[in-house]
């Protein structure tokens, strides 16, 4: 079945045959981690060396494939190409087993490739980036992860015993030396059809800048806690460097979306509809918390815009949100036969923007539609959930938020929702203005050890 799934999906929405594969031994592969990469010289190599690290065994079988990209020379900085091509000399070879010219890669550099010779790490890129094989003046980092992860499809060994897996990860994101044994476990003892992995921004050296990523990671996280009180089956983060797939879904959802930002977030909403994600939290990835003007939303964007100080930063969404969603997918769950006009009464009892927001987007038709097809519980629970999706939900949030419940202050919207969900309150969030880099870390440390949210 996956086989001539396979077939289809190449056929069809395969985007990798004008861009030159260059690796070695390519042989008994059942997982392969996809890298794009662009002017990422100076940090892509720390990444290869922490993915180096994993162990032997698991490295044997696995395949670390990097996309090297940019979009032709009138759209892309000159240096970002020069960049590009001394990055693609390097790891050529580094494919061949050699040690790259000192004057290219410089002590630092050469120091990492050393290390990473050192270990059976198994070692391609695609090029993106030479003349004639650029991307599109359109293209961004989504269209250069599917190459990758198209490419990938053609790479995995179809006689290799377990699942063919492809993970995702960002050129500046270093992993642990448990990265690929601890997703392979978790996808071959609970069978999820993609995964994130838990992360940790790296806190730079810069206490304002550290500060700013900060702030924001508590923002991601309160986010996904929202959702998850609310129910949502959408909660879970959507970082780029985080995911992980069977190869099954991804030519199930037709591959990653060819965008030049949201991408992540667009193909974990996909790979949500086929089934639960799995929450892997017993390794880290550690995304880099630098600016970047690269695409125009993200963890890069956010941090110019923290230097730029155009934007109250600690302003987040009034937990009231999160209330308002609950009480809609609880009142759905508790007849989920009942027609679309009775759900939309039901609805407008609980908020009349929610209301507003269903009837504007044909909630009662479409539900009348999918009524029609089958009356069982679990299908109509499953289609709600499909329609109703990650980005419906956002869209409801954003919608309440410009017109209901104003945002308000961070630490304010923390206390209320651990309030709401019983979660004991840490006594930092007495103070609903502190700011101050030590008590955002107090906080941010709380969230990330997740305690108190079921395993």
């Not at 690796?23 to 392969?32: R, S």
């Not at 209301?355 to 069982?376: C, P, S, T, Y």
């Not at 209901?404 to 929702?417: E, M, S, V, Y």
Request: charged fraction near 25%; glycine fraction near 8%; include cysteine.
């Amino acid at each position: 079945m996956y086989s001539s799934h396979l077939d289809k999906y190449l056929q069809r929405y395969s985007v990798y045959e004008d861009y030159p594969l260059y690796g070695g031994e390519m042989a008994d592969l059942d997982q392969i981690v996809v890298i794009p990469a662009l002017a990422e010289k100076d940090a892509l190599f720390h990444t290869l060396a922490s993915l180096a690290r994993n162990g032997e065994e698991e490295l044997k079988h696995s395949l670390v494939l990097c996309v090297i990209n940019n979009r032709p020379s009138s759209f892309a900085a000159t240096e970002d190409i020069r960049n590009n091509l001394e990055t693609m000399m390097i790891m050529k070879d580094m494919i061949k087993g050699d040690l790259p010219d000192h004057r290219l890669a410089g002590t630092n550099i050469t120091a990492l490739v050393q290390e990473i010779l050192a270990r059976p790490l198994r070692l391609a890129f695609i090029d993106a980036s030479s003349p004639g094989h650029e991307l599109p003046p359109k293209g961004g980092v989504g269209l250069a992860r599917k190459i990758g992860m198209d490419r990938a499809l053609t790479l995995l060994d179809s006689h290799c015993h377990g699942k063919k897996l492809i993970f995702c990860l960002d050129a500046d994101t270093l992993v642990d030396s448990n990265y690929l044994s601890s997703l392979r476990n978790h996808f071959e003892c609970f069978s999820p059809p993609g995964a994130v992995v838990a992360f940790s921004h790296r806190m730079p050296e810069d206490r304002h800048l550290g500060a700013g990523i900060c702030s924001y990671e508590i923002f991601l996280r309160y986010y996904v806690l929202g959702l998850g009180w609310a129910g949502s089956p959408y909660a879970f983060h959507t970082i780029g460097s985080t995911m992980a797939c069977t190869a099954a879904a991804y030519t199930a959802v037709r591959g990653m979306p060819c965008r030049q930002a949201g991408e992540d977030f667009y193909f974990l909403n996909k790979l949500a509809k086929l089934g639960s994600l799995g929450d892997i939290r017993d390794t880290t990835v550690y995304p880099s918390a630098r600016p970047s003007g690269r695409v125009p939303f993200g963890t890069g964007r956010r941090m110019l815009r923290f230097l730029e100080g155009s934007h109250d930063e600690y302003l987040i969404y009034d937990p009231r949100v999160f209330s308002v969603l609950k009480a809609w997918l609880e009142e759905f769950a508790r007849e989920p036969g009942s027609s679309g006009d009775d759900l939309l009464a039901r609805a407008a009892a609980i908020s009349t923007r929610l209301h507003f927001f269903l009837d504007r987007n044909e909630f009662a038709a479409v539900w009348e539609r999918i009524r029609g097809a089958n009356h069982r519980h679990e299908y109509l629970t499953r289609q709600f959930h499909g329609w109703f999706d990650g980005f419906k939900t956002l869209k409801l949030i954003h919608e309440l938020t410009a017109d209901d419940f104003p945002p308000i202050h961070t630490f304010k919207a923390l206390k209320i929702l651990f309030q709401q969900m019983n979660i004991p309150t840490p006594g930092i969030l007495d103070d609903n203005e502190c700011r101050s880099l030590d008590e955002q870390m107090l906080i941010l440390d709380f969230l990330r050890q997740g305690s108190f949210i079921n395993p």
